[in-house]
DNA sequence: CTAGGGTTAG
């Protein structure tokens, strides 16, 4: 047995050619029993004996003076047992009908076995089957059920050969669940096999077998395949729909699963609670409120609204389309509120955080996350992984690392720390709070790590500006075995990005493609661009770009600019701007990168030029906010900001650093953002000197201890000004500055950053 | 006997 996965599938080759039925069958007459029979015997016993309104004790005491019954006598009680996972009154049942002799009674046995699978008793299971006088299908079913749910599919597997060894013939819901063993081992390669002898005998149409593959397909990410096996099915039901609804949403294309889910309904499909909260979480990712509002009217109408799931479901789309309020009420209107509606709120929150432009509101939604965090105990739950994980997250964003480490003490004393979500959770979060000592501590402390917290602790190598022990630690998660991901490479490749190393960076690109066949992205190709760009090897950067399967992104291209204006080679960088321009850019900041860099060419003709463009295109301003948390304050800043407490004080104090940075050579440069103004053309750009971090970092050296690092999460990216100030002041006040901006983290330690001057941008 | 809420890496 446990040589299963691996060679389950030589296995069970080997076992389909051994079966002589199977090679002498033609493909057209199927080898299904029919298991109707049984359903149709099994109703019959029910509806002409059963007693009514038996009850169950009752029913019980009666049995045990009765010698002489008929073995239908025991369906209406096992199913009791089974509704009420009984094992002990199966037992009780058992022992009568050994006296009685219903032993021999197939149907009898069968529906045991079906009740002991139930209750997990595979052992008293699989002996009541051993001793059935003639064992079928059903019961052969019933067992990989059990195995299944107990989480063995191996074994169930391992029952299915048995089972073709001892000649029955599988049914379609056998095949089904043997799916379903694959399933829950992610096991596409044995599924696949399934499949071929599922076409061969041509049953490729059958409902329950192709819920089965659609699943499959879906948990193994093939959601192409997944909506295959569902266009198959002739006669599609609730489950169908729900499966190919939940194989969208799994796999990443909500809008298809929505539109499924109008079909479904046109043909007169009624959804299910499963079906519901699906489309739900659809309508969350894809932002529909509207459609959400909808659904949430179709739960009212089928009367799901007491549905505890439908609940939660509910309260992820309101919570994450930003009803906080609509969220809070229905939150607070639940009578029976569950922990996975506190995970709701506090995820839901987090979530927020992420959708935010506005970084003040953002921080609210952090504070609020973490206040339910620690309001739930009060409520009489105790949180559980995944509250722990969301709760990190909530911390890392906000880089609060006071928070996460009173959460990481939490998770040790629950003994959730065990749990690699948990672990993996605290090292991003050590990460973002700008400690890579404690993230690698948590790193090495974990039992077992899984891609994602190699992956972490790589790209916090990387983002630390540590790429050698980047790349040693990739070479470690090698040997021990574990597959990286593309994410993974884009640490590897950015940690190359960081240490210069051309030829090693594509190197691991190859070896990403050839060996682990990951298609790159746009991360991939950011990071090589970058390298070359950063050596001059601009011919080398457009190839790179040429060679892209698909069209450059305004990032890939802004990079570009940016790096070419790094490094100080601005002809080409306003080529690349062109380019840029046609591709009519979004993000407020690449406008913003294109008019600092002519204004700062003196080139006033574009300068104008661009304000036109951004005038028409109405580029809005930049959202720029930072906030520092003091003793469970936060503190935000906006540019030029006056309205803080201590203001005075930390303008002054600013302007003390602003002189002794220039006596060691800082050159103020001005930064062009959008005034407030629109209306007059001369006034749509105007110049940010006292950037929103400045002040936020001022504060922070104004009223933190002494030798305490300064922490600062900001809205958007670090301009090229502040980003250079700031180095300055880190060898000033001999501070380890750390800045979280919208895209990377910088940590300013004696007149360096980890970004290697890689991650400015403006 | 088939489908099964939410969490972590860029």
Redesign the pocket.
């Known amino acids: 047995m446990a040589s299963f996965p691996s060679t389950a599938s030589a296995a069970l080759t080997a076992t389909l050619k051994l079966q002589p039925q199977f090679r002498t069958h033609p493909p057209t007459s199927l080898p299904i029993e029919k298991?109707?029979n049984?359903?149709l015997q099994k109703s019959n016993y029910f509806t002409d004996f059963a007693p009514k309104n038996l009850d169950f004790r009752e029913a019980l005491s009666l049995a045990k003076e009765v010698t002489e019954v008929d073995s239908s006598f025991y369906f209406p009680l096992l199913q009791e047992c089974?509704d009420r996972t009984s094992f002990a009154d199966a037992q009780a049942i058992h022992g009568h009908a050994t006296k009685t002799g219903a032993q021999e009674d197939v149907f009898v046995m069968s529906f045991l076995v079906?009740v002991y699978a139930k209750c997990g008793r595979l052992e008293a299971a699989r002996k009541v089957f051993d001793n059935m006088p003639r064992r079928n299908v059903?019961g052969w079913?019933?067992l990989?059920?059990g195995y299944?749910?107990k989480m063995k599919p191996e074994n169930a597997i391992h029952v299915f050969q048995e089972m073709l060894y001892a000649g029955s013939y599988p049914?379609n819901?056998?095949l089904?669940?043997a799916?379903?063993a694959c399933?829950s081992m992610r096991s596409v390669k044995l599924g696949n096999q399934f499949h071929a002898f599922i076409i061969k005998y041509q049953i490729d149409f059958d409902?329950?077998i192709c819920?089965?593959l659609?699943?499959?397909y879906?948990?193994c990410g093939h959601l192409k395949l997944a909506l295959r096996a569902f266009r198959r099915i002739k006669e599609k039901?609730?489950?169908?729909w729900?499966?190919a609804i939940?194989?969208c949403?799994?796999n990443g294309d909500p809008t298809t699963g929505v539109r499924l889910f109008v079909d479904m309904l046109s043909e007169d499909t009624q959804p299910?609670?499963?079906?519901l909260?699906?489309v739900l979480?659809q309508c969350?990712e894809i932002l529909s409120l509207e459609l959400g509002t909808q659904v949430h009217s179709l739960c009212a109408k089928l009367g799901y609204l007491s549905?505890?799931?439908?609940?939660?479901?509910l309260l992820?789309l309101y919570v994450k389309c930003g009803c906080i309020d609509e969220a809070q009420i229905l939150f607070s209107g639940m009578d029976d509120v569950?922990?996975?509606?506190?995970?709701?709120m506090i995820?839901?929150h987090?979530?927020m955080m992420e959708l935010t432009k506005d970084n003040i509101s953002a921080c609210h939604y952090g504070i609020k996350a973490l206040k339910l965090f620690s309001k739930l105990h009060r409520f009489g739950m105790n949180p559980?992984?995944?509250?722990f994980?969301?709760a990190?997250?909530v911390c890392?964003r906000m880089a609060a690392l006071e928070q996460g480490e009173q959460i990481h003490a939490q998770a040790i004393k629950t003994g959730f720390l065990s749990?690699?979500?948990?672990?993996?959770?605290l090292?991003?979060m050590y990460?973002?709070c700008g400690s890579i000592e404690r993230a690698s501590k948590a790193f090495l402390e974990m039992s077992t790590r899984?891609?994602?917290?190699w992956?972490?602790m790589i790209?916090?190598f990387s983002?630390h500006g540590r790429p050698q022990q980047a790349l040693e630690l990739f070479e470690d998660m090698k040997l021990t075995g574990v597959r990286p991901?593309?994410?993974?490479f884009?640490?590897v490749l950015?940690a190359c990005r960081h240490a210069g190393m051309i030829s090693e960076a594509l190197t691991y690109f190859e070896i990403m493609q050839k060996d682990y066949k990951i298609m790159p992205?746009m991360?991939h190709y950011v990071c090589l661009v970058d390298l070359f760009v950063k050596y001059g090897r601009l011919d080398e950067a457009f190839d790179m770009i040429k060679k892209m399967d698909f069209e450059p992104s305004e990032y890939i291209l802004a990079s570009l600019v940016a790096g070419c204006r790094s490094h100080g080679n601005l002809e080409l960088g306003f080529q690349v701007a062109e380019q840029l321009l046609s591709l009519k850019p979004k993000d407020t900041e690449t406008y913003l990168l294109l008019l600092n860099m002519y204004h700062y060419a003196e080139r006033f003709e574009d300068v104008s030029r661009m304000r036109k463009i951004m005038k028409e295109e109405k580029i809005g301003k930049l959202n720029d906010w930072s906030w520092i948390s003091i003793k469970e304050t936060v503190y935000s800043f906006k540019p030029n900001d006056k309205e803080f407490p201590q203001s005075s004080l930390v303008y002054e104090s600013l302007e003390v650093l602003i002189s002794k940075a220039k006596n060691l050579g800082y050159e103020m440069l001005e930064t062009m953002e959008m005034s407030e103004e629109e209306e007059e053309e001369e006034k749509i750009s105007s110049t940010v000197i006292y950037h929103s971090e400045k002040l936020a970092i001022t504060f922070g050296l104004e009223n933190l201890p002494i030798f305490s690092p300064i922490r600062v999460v900001k809205s958007t990216l670090m301009c090229r000004d502040s980003h250079n100030f700031v180095k300055y002041v880190s060898t000033l006040t001999a501070r380890e500055i750390i800045v979280k901006d919208s895209k990377?983290l910088h940590k300013f330690v004696n007149g360096q950053c980890s970004c290697g001057d890689l991650g400015v941008f403006f």
Do not use: H, P
Request: charged content about 10%; glycine content about 4%; aromatic content about 4%.
């Open positions: 298991s109707q049984i359903s089974l079906n059903v079913t019933t990989m059920v299944v749910q049914s819901y056998t089904a669940i799916l379903s399933t409902t329950s819920n089965a659609c699943s499959l879906s948990k039901n609730v489950i169908s729900t499966a939940s194989a949403g799994d299910n609670e499963l079906t909260s699906s979480s969350c549905n505890l799931r439908i609940r939660n479901s992820y569950s922990l996975v509606s506190w995970n709701a995820a839901g987090a979530q559980d992984l995944f509250t994980s969301s990190l997250c890392s749990e690699v979500v948990v672990g993996s959770s090292i991003n990460n973002k899984t891609m994602i917290s992956t972490s790209t916090g983002q991901n593309a994410v993974t884009v640490g950015s992205v991360d990377r």
